[in-house]
């Protein structure tokens, strides 16, 4: 999952527990009401709630939005989304505050993006819906949004409130993971569950079914997500895979990815923080790329604060290596060229760690934002590379 150990998010397999969550409360037809409050970014209650309907005009929306008042909507479903479509129009041509300087550097420009998508995020976030006790949306022309509420959040129980955008994104997670994403590695597809990280980038994934295996017998794939590197090595012949994660609900999903693709009898998925008990001739581990600090739950799939998840890989590596054993550090340089973490850095962990560089298999990335000039970001993601190291001990 990411949170990775793995690619794994910390977060409950089924959302909060329902006596966890906060609460929400607006004034409506001259009475105070409450509801509980469900935002799995991390988003606090708005303690500004205004009803609002079909006769809320976008600009007045806008306004609401950016003063920091939330809108509870009673009017129709596909209203409230073209509302939505329409706040996202007005921030993209929102004239930009001229800066006296561009940014100094790369990571600069990174940090003022993430400020700016969190704007984004932000004021997106203002248009609320209600979900009833068993997850209907009580509004004209809502879908039906149930599945994909319990697949997120649980089994339905109390009334609550969500932001529109969020509910979209669950949605759209209940989609992929009916459908799946295809590995052409497998053959096959893996089905992500919300909130595990989705192996649409497949250059790491062809990485680990090209390089040269040290071993059939063992494997363990440490921060196993959907289970995809453990079905990829099953796949290639060896005959016990032990996948970890420590993330409930991204332990649910590697196993129901491993059981459709009939390698129970190859794959054992369980819980442990980073490396399972034992040495094992051959250890992956696929870590988030980015050593920053996730601005909510979600972007625990990105960010690795303090490569705190990278550390504590390298440092009990090679305590559960067998002689002559390897391990796969599955890479981005994408922090490099962010400026946000110096290959030097890297080697010196990796030294520091008791371990050695046996070899390095490079692949660059495709995906659109490389090949995307207005992205602000165009240069590193241009640049990127993405590597397995093959690290022995010393």
């Known amino acids: 999952m990411r949170h990775r150990v793995g690619r794994r998010l910390l977060l409950p397999a089924e959302g909060l527990p329902v006596s966890d969550l906060p609460v929400i409360s607006w004034e409506e037809s001259g009475e105070h009401k409450t509801a509980l409050w469900r935002s799995e970014g991390g988003v606090a209650p708005h303690r500004r709630v205004v009803i609002a309907d079909d006769s809320l005009s976008a600009d007045a929306a806008y306004r609401l939005a950016c003063e920091g008042t939330a ?9 409230a989304r073209q509302l939505l479509q329409a706040l996202s129009r007005r921030l993209e041509r929102k004239p930009r ?24 995020a932000r004021i997106l976030g203002m248009l609320l819906l209600p979900l009833e006790s068993d997850y209907r949306v009580p509004l004209r022309r809502a879908p039906d949004v ?22 979209l994104g669950l949605v759209g ?23 595990v990280f989705s192996p649409i980038r497949g250059e790491y994934v062809a990485l ?22 453990a079905a990829v090595l099953a796949r290639r012949g060896v005959a016990r895979v032990v996948a970890t994660d420590q993330d409930a609900r991204a332990l649910a999903c590697a196993r129901e990815n491993i059981a459709r693709l009939g390698l129970n009898g190859q794959v054992d998925v ?6 399972p008990e034992g040495r094992a001739p051959l250890i992956v581990c696929n870590p988030p790329w980015l050593p920053a600090r996730p601005s909510s739950p979600l972007e625990f799939a990105v960010y690795d604060p303090e490569s705190r998840m990278l550390r504590g890989f390298l440092g009990g590596l090679a305590a559960h290596l067998t ?51 207005t992205d602000p970001l165009h240069a590193a993601r241009a640049a990127e590379i993405t590597s397995l190291w093959r690290l022995v001990a010393r």
């Open 71 to 79: 809108m509870l909507w009673r009017g129709d479903f596909h209203n």
């Open 97 to 120: 505050r001229k800066e006296p300087n561009p940014p100094a550097s790369v990571t600069e420009a990174f940090h003022l993006h993430r400020q700016s998508q969190a704007q984004r």
């Open 146 to 167: 149930q599945q994909a509420c319990v697949e997120a959040y649980g089994p339905a129980s109390q009334p609550s409130i969500v932001s529109l955008r969020e509910l």
């Open 173 to 195: 997670a209940h989609e992929w993971r009916k459908k799946g994403v295809p590995i052409p590695a497998l053959g096959d597809r893996i089905h992500p569950y919300y909130g």
């Open 208 to 229: 680990v079914a090209e390089a040269p295996l040290p071993s059939l017998e063992l494997a363990f794939d440490v921060g196993t997500g959907t289970g995809v590197l």
């Open 270 to 275: 369980i819980q442990a923080d980073l490396f």
């Open 323 to 373: 002689p002559d054993g390897e391990g796969w550090l599955i890479l981005s340089d994408f922090a490099e060229h962010l400026g946000l973490r110096t290959r030097d850095e890297l080697l010196a962990a990796i030294d520091q760690a008791g371990l050695k560089v046996a070899g390095r298999q490079d692949v660059r990335p495709q995906h659109p934002k490389a090949s995307d000039p």
